[in-house]
């Protein structure tokens, strides 16, 4: 996801015009709308699974309203239909979640929205927001981007939300229908395009075998919040491998200033 360095205000230019670098008000709702309805209509996965889970249709319906987002979500949902304790289940929902506060640190310097409604705009700070958000060149298209994608994925989502709890009942098993594998495929496709680093791709890559290894070793749930520990050990060896390659460099570059000094 490439993330822009600097944002201007452009609040003085006309509406629909393109500053310099930037792109025209109908080009940035035309993505915008793309990546919310296209991610919304996930939301009809998440119905099918909560409902499959044991949730009732106005716990699947609040927990789309309050929590929003698809992630934390179906990690939660996951964790209670494979049998796994409450508490646990919420934990490693909440801790799927933590990015988005992140995001919004990074968030609130780009848009710089009034106090007043920051509130009501962190409901709609997750990945997709973010990503169309930060893709913008200017401050305006940041802000229509962020708009309109939030919008779009909180209405469809929750629409089609309830429209899968409501046929999870008329399709019955909704395990013989395989769509309990739905919603990890969901966030799959969401998490592959942003892995663009080997490093980050080594957290992942360490984060799946630790799930899966100690799967049938821990209650459900558990294992979600061991493959967290997947980042800082990942980040700890490439730490110590940059370390190692400065000292070998350093060394290096005392050999040649000796050997210049033989000379």
């Known amino acids: 996801m490439a993330e822009q360095t600097a944002h201007p205000d452009t609040a003085r230019e006309p509406a629909g015009a393109a500053a310099d670098g930037g792109k025209p008000?109908?080009?940035?709702?035309?993505?915008?709308?793309?990546?919310?309805v296209a991610v919304g209509l996930s939301g009809f996965a998440f119905g099918v699974t909560?409902?499959?889970?044991?949730?009732?249709?106005?716990?699947?319906?609040?927990?789309?309203?309050?929590?929003?987002?698809?992630?934390?979500?179906?990690?939660?949902?996951?964790?209670?239909a494979a049998g796994g304790n409450?508490?646990?289940?919420?934990?490693?929902?909440?801790?799927?979640?933590?990015?988005?506060?992140?995001?919004?640190?990074r968030l609130s310097q780009v848009l710089a929205l009034p106090r007043g409604i920051r509130p009501l705009a962190a409901q709609w700070v997750i990945d997709e927001t973010t990503a169309v958000t930060l893709a913008q060149p200017?401050?305006?298209?940041?802000?229509?981007?962020?708009?309109?994608?939030?919008?779009?994925?909180?209405?469809?989502?929750?629409?089609?939300?309830?429209?899968?709890?409501?046929?999870?009942?008329?399709?019955?098993?909704?395990?013989?229908?395989?769509?309990?594998?739905?919603?990890?495929?969901?966030?799959?496709a969401l998490l592959?395009?942003?892995?663009?680093?080997?490093?980050?791709?080594?957290?992942?890559?360490?984060?799946?075998?630790?799930?899966?290894?100690?799967?049938?070793?821990l209650p459900a749930g558990v294992p979600v919040l061991a493959a967290a520990l997947a980042a800082p050990a990942v980040l700890c060896l490439e730490g110590r491998r940059r370390a190692n390659d400065a000292r070998e460099d350093a060394r290096d570059d005392a050999r040649d200033v000796v050997r210049e000094e033989d000379r």
Do not use: H
Request: glycine share 12%; proline share 3%.
């Open 138 to 188: 200017t401050r305006r298209s940041a802000r229509i981007g962020f708009t309109v994608t939030g919008l779009t994925l909180y209405m469809l989502w929750n629409l089609t939300t309830l429209l899968g709890a409501l046929g999870a009942k008329a399709l019955g098993d909704t395990d013989a229908w395989g769509l309990d594998a739905a919603g990890p495929a969901v966030f799959l």
């Open 86 to 105: 409450p508490f646990t289940a919420a934990a490693g929902a909440f801790f799927l979640g933590v990015r988005n506060a992140f995001y919004g640190l």
């Open 50 to 80: 909560s409902a499959g889970s044991g949730l009732t249709l106005l716990q699947t319906c609040v927990l789309s309203l309050l929590v929003f987002t698809g992630a934390s979500q179906f990690a939660l949902v996951g964790a209670l």
């Open 192 to 217: 592959a395009p942003m892995l663009k680093t080997t490093t980050e791709r080594a957290v992942a890559a360490l984060a799946v075998l630790l799930g899966l290894g100690l799967l049938p070793l």
């Open 25 to 36: 008000d109908s080009a940035v709702v035309r993505d915008a709308l793309g990546v919310g």
